[in-house]
């Protein structure tokens, strides 16, 4: 976890070396500085229950594929085995023949909670990073259920770290961008979610317990496309991050 | 877990306590013997990744909800955080007014794996145990995707033990029943799957990275039903145990 607001963002090109787990209480700082460049960063989180995804959350996404919006939010579930850090490739597996990139807004969940009410909504939100929704497109219709399709290894890249100080009306309108090779395919703003963070909070935690770590894939604006092998698909939420992957064949 | 096979089911009323993770590595016998009646059992298992279900694997349970069966495995994934051991109460949430049991064969993997062919399956599995798929009927029907309907905290009944000792053929021919209140509701054979234990295994890990104490619901036979506050579900596979669980009203 790179906390950029730590130091008044005074070391932005470096982060602080930690230990503890930030998710399961306070941390000591090392007093260790390390370059950004000199790291590679992992997935600032490996749930250890859900990735809890929102299909159709964005009106112009729903229609672009044809689809109504949905009255309550469709949920999906992609396993924490398909997590992936920033710069680690996407695997293209061989069972599809339409990858596609989703970029998203990621809510990391802090406490263990159920029933949460909307408007207590950002005592359990811990922070918030970049997420990509890969969807094996042509599975996703023929499975039916979304599984398999959102589901196969290195389909939930994360990252590129948690940032802990936004607030939920900060978080609540910030521009989603996802460029392929540097050219722009989408470009949203969250202030547009049919279902916004809190109720999305209220609802998902209102079938499921939360654990601290647990994401809330919170849906992608229009503009979603295809990959290849070979591209690099980099989502950027403002005031976030960028969210940077490679595109590999599977062998 | 109980391992009745260990001393030639010599002591099938009491159970031998242990240190240490049997899906993690070697474990150690205390030498204490506790009876079976003194003792609460919990789930046998929390999977720390995943448990996979299987949709419409009995080809009289699709006919009976008016469903086709499917030409491949039709998966879903319930979170960790649904599951409850032996003797816990299945809540019966405000959202649903059709609260169904489905018994089924549950496969407990013991090793990381991927991409695993049909004839090395068996190496993969840890053991067997019991399982209820509990589905809220109509929210599966109203929300597409069972995300919700299969996934409630509560909904995901496994035990009462893992057997490590049937092979993977025994296991593919063993007789499955569910009572509610005494009465027999289901009675399968595990040997009229559509598609096999080592099938399922192919196909699950051929999208996602199996862990040890991930779970495969094998899909659930004919007989699915409803049920109600104050109702006894008691799931059982021929050779390895009854899986019993009280229904309750949330609150």
Request: aromatic share 6%; hydrophobic share 40%.
């Amino acid at each position: 976890i790179v906390e950029l607001a730590e130091d008044g963002a005074g070391h932005p090109d470096s982060i602080a070396a930690i230990t503890g787990d930030p998710l399961a209480g306070p941390v000591n700082y090392t007093g260790q500085r390390l370059l950004l460049d000199d790291v590679r960063l992992v997935s600032p989180v490996i749930p250890r229950s859900k990735v809890i995804g929102i299909g159709r959350n964005y009106a112009a996404h729903a229609a672009e594929l044809n689809n109504p919006v949905p009255d309550a939010p469709l949920l999906f579930i992609k396993p924490n085995t398909a997590v992936i850090g920033p710069g680690e490739p996407i695997v293209y597996p061989p069972e599809t023949e339409n990858l596609h990139f989703e970029g998203e807004l990621a809510v990391v969940i802090g406490r263990i909670c159920r029933r949460v009410p909307r408007d207590r909504a950002a005592e359990v939100i811990f922070g918030y990073t970049v997420g990509n929704d890969i969807t094996a497109r042509d599975l996703q219709t023929s499975d039916k259920q979304w599984a398999r399709a959102k589901g196969f290894d290195s389909f939930c890249p994360l990252g590129p770290w948690i940032v802990t100080h936004l607030s939920l009306d900060e978080a609540s309108d910030l521009q989603v961008t996802t460029t392929v090779n540097g050219e722009l395919k989408q470009d949203g703003r969250t202030s547009d979610m049919v279902q916004g963070i809190a109720e999305l909070i209220e609802y998902v935690s209102g079938f499921t317990t939360l654990l601290p770590g647990d994401v809330i894939l919170t849906g992608t604006p229009a503009g979603v496309g295809p990959l290849q092998p070979g591209d690099q698909v980099a989502v950027t939420v403002e005031g976030i991050g960028t969210l940077t992957n490679p595109v590999v064949a599977e062998n």
